[in-house]
């Protein structure tokens, strides 16, 4: 038994990544982040709007929360659909009380299925970033260029026609890219994307297309892995994200520069009724804090850039 | 181990049995109870890997944008965030290492290197299996790892800890046979133990599944103080008890170094620091003191 020769080379062994997405650069040793007003601790919220269509797609893979019953599958495309008509008004009346700006990575089919819905997002002040066209929208090599290229235009048109901005951010369901996708976010002027964790900072990617920044998303730290994957409690949930914060605003004063606090919420995992009061309590604790800025992701890039 | 045989018996033929009741209480150095390592896995996963017939390494069609970056969060944030706490707090390293690592992020290397850790070899890279390889290529990657590590750091690895914990039957005669004298793949003791080799002599180091934060984290879903907890418990128990014990606490930088882990964490190492039963030290030292005092007489 043995391999074949070409498993022992290492054609890409070499300084620096396997690939050319984005180079090199340990946190710390870059200059300084400076957020508004002297601020250190960047919390960015982000609400995921999601249509999960009862006909569920496994091309290229099914998407996180979709269908897993036989047809038809209502108690899950019920519970998620709780989400969009129950939990956001929740999370919204949560973050007015605790003066929150959030983004809201938003399927092209909330906007076009519940345009009240993403109204009373936009009039509340919070950003509308994209996220694909419904759920059945994933995104993996094996997904044709010009399949994935119109994808990305029609979720961005929708969420343009519904609110007469075209979003600046991207968020992929499940993160998933194929080695195109950076190129053709930057092809359709997309300025962010949220999907590659491998930082706690915004970052430069390039592409053939020009240049696409990545504002790392934290997978870890989202309300999914916390509470429907790991299965802790939404107080356990708060505990983690308060020593996130403590954590993240000590390094900052020792190190100097801004850090940075994604916050991934979704509707239908949240803002049950014995989850919220948590994330009230979460939210007005940290917008008690004089040291934090919540802001929405294309706040943050803005900052970051200047 | 002789090839063949442990098919037939179903005994892979490691090591012999020796039942933990009644063995000779012992002490590591300055009279410690419990000597307690931590090894950083330092690793490097590549974006595109070729497949090897016998194990994927991504779950996701390449890329898998949240397994590599998770990864590489480690080489990125993370790393410097872990080495500062277990500097500070007196606890050297005692690294798992992607030898590659040592060419795509040479600083990293550095980094470690400079704070007094120790280097072994935990394969070229992690997604590189040594499933199916003939004994060419298996010495192939165990002289790279050699000659690798010693370019980088100056240093001669004492250990192997196979990449992604992928064997073959022949792995332990060969590591033995170019001198590594421990082996942190197996899992059979709380003590180090002669490891069967055709040549050459060869421990057992023990290392740990179960509290390896990835375990922690990712098979038992640990919250961030569960884990602490868990980390404090194992190290009371094994110092409480005559043996004379290794306690290895295995961490990986993206997972340990997160925002919301690394504070419980620190508590778990500010524990151990203040306890006088602790010989908080790295894996060679480890070996090296265990040849040289206990040698054939365990």
Redesign the interface.
């Given at each position: 038994?043995?391999?074949?020769p070409?498993?022992?080379e290492?054609p890409?062994?070499?300084?620096?990544?396997?690939?050319d997405l984005y180079t090199?650069?340990?946190?710390?040793e870059r200059p300084p982040v400076a957020w508004p007003e002297g601020k250190t601790l960047a919390v960015w919220p982000v609400v995921s709007l999601e249509w999960f269509p009862i006909t569920p797609n496994d091309k290229?893979?099914r998407a996180p929360g979709h269908m897993q019953t036989a047809y038809p599958d209502y108690r899950h495309y019920t519970s998620r659909e709780y989400g969009s008509r129950v939990g956001v008004y929740r999370l919204l009346d949560a973050f007015a009380k605790a003066g929150v700006k959030a983004s809201f990575a938003t399927n092209a089919a909330i906007a076009e299925r519940y345009p009240s819905l993403v109204a009373d997002v936009v009039a509340a002040g919070h950003e509308i970033i994209a996220h694909s066209t419904d759920m059945n929208g994933t995104i993996?090599?094996?997904l044709p260029e010009d399949e994935e290229r119109a994808l990305i235009a029609k979720s961005l048109d929708a969420l343009e026609k519904a609110t007469g901005t075209r979003p600046r951010g991207w968020h992929?369901i499940?993160?998933?890219?194929?080695?195109a996708t950076p190129r053709l976010l930057a092809e359709a002027g997309v300025a962010y994307c949220c999907?590659?964790?491998?930082?706690?900072l915004p970052y430069v990617m390039t592409t053939e297309a020009g240049e696409l920044v990545n504002i790392?998303l934290?997978?870890?730290?989202s309300d999914r892995q916390i509470i429907t994957?790991?299965?802790?409690s939404a107080d356990?949930y708060v505990?983690?994200?308060l020593?996130?914060?403590?954590?993240?605003t000590a390094?900052a004063a020792r190190e100097g520069g801004g850090?940075m606090?994604p916050l991934q919420l979704t509707p239908y995992i949240m803002a049950l009724p014995y989850r919220i009061g948590s994330l009230e309590t979460l939210l007005e604790t940290l917008a008690a804090r004089a040291d934090v800025w919540f802001a929405t992701g294309g706040e943050i890039l803005d900052s970051w850039k200047a | 181990m002789r090839e063949g045989e442990s098919e037939r018996t179903g005994d892979p033929g490691l090591y012999d049995y020796v039942p933990y009741r009644g063995r000779k209480p012992f002490a590591w150095p300055g009279g410690k109870k419990v000597a307690v390592w931590i090894s950083p896995n330092l690793e490097?996963y590549?974006?595109?890997p070729?497949a090897?017939?016998h194990r994927k390494s991504w779950a996701?069609?390449?890329?898998d944008?949240?397994g590599?970056?998770?990864?590489?969060?480690a080489?990125?944030?993370s790393h410097?965030?872990m080495a500062d706490v277990m500097t500070k707090h007196g606890f050297p390293g005692s690294v798992s290492l992607s030898v590659?690592l040592c060419?795509?992020?040479?600083?990293?290397v550095e980094d470690a290197s400079q704070r007094g850790w120790e280097f072994f070899s935990h394969g070229?890279?992690n997604t590189?299996y040594s499933y199916?390889?003939?004994e060419?290529?298996e010495r192939?990657?165990i002289e790279d790892s050699i000659r690798t590590v010693r370019d980088a750091t100056g240093q001669t690895i004492k250990g192997w800890l196979a990449p992604a914990l992928t064997h073959t039957p022949r792995t332990l005669d060969l590591i033995a046979e170019y001198g590594l004298t421990y082996t942190c793949d197996l899992y059979h003791d709380d003590q180090p133990m002669p490891v069967n080799t055709a040549s050459g002599r060869l421990i057992s180091m023990p290392y740990s599944l179960e509290v390896n934060d990835h375990y922690g984290?990712f098979v038992y879903?640990?919250?961030?103080?569960e884990y602490a907890d868990t980390l404090i418990r194992q190290y009371e128990r094994l110092a409480a008890e005559p043996s004379g014990t290794v306690m290895c606490i295995p961490l990986h930088s993206y997972l340990i170094g997160?925002?919301?882990?690394?504070?419980?964490f620190e508590e778990v190492l500010r524990h151990i620091a203040a306890d006088d039963r602790a010989w908080i030290t790295r894996s060679g030292d480890i070996a090296d003191h265990w040849i040289s005092n206990v040698g054939d007489a365990a």
């Open positions: 038994m043995s391999l074949d070409a498993y022992l290492y890409r062994r070499r300084e620096g990544y396997d690939h090199w650069s340990p946190m710390r290229p893979f993996a090599s094996g992929s499940a993160r998933s890219q194929s080695f999907d590659w964790v491998n930082d706690e790392p934290n997978h870890e730290l994957v790991q299965q802790h356990s505990e983690q994200m020593d996130a914060a403590d954590w993240l390094e850090r606090l | 490097f590549e974006l595109d070729p090897n017939p996701k069609p390449h890329p944008v949240v590599y970056s998770h990864r590489d969060h080489n990125r944030v410097w965030r590659a060419q795509h992020h040479p600083r990293v070229i890279y590189r199916g390889m003939d060419a290529q192939a990657i984290f879903n640990m919250s961030p103080r997160q925002p919301h882990r690394i504070g419980p």
